[in-house]
């Protein structure tokens, strides 16, 4: 989704891996926001 809107990052990440593999856990109550700061963290 992200190579198919940013076409030039496909060349900068070719094996089409643009985050770490890895996942996120936690207990309920999470929310966009809180997720989206994990992420940029």
């Keep these: 989704m992200m190579f198919d ?3 030039n990052l496909k ?3 070719g094996n ?6 890895g996942y ?3 207990t309920v109550g999470l ?3 809180t997720i989206r700061k994990y ?3």
């Design 5 to 7: 809107k940013h076409a």
């Design 11 to 13: 060349y900068k990440f």
């Design 16 to 21: 089409r891996y643009f985050w770490a593999e």
């Design 24 to 26: 996120y856990v936690s």
């Design 31 to 33: 929310n966009e926001a």
């Design 39 to 41: 992420i940029q963290d």
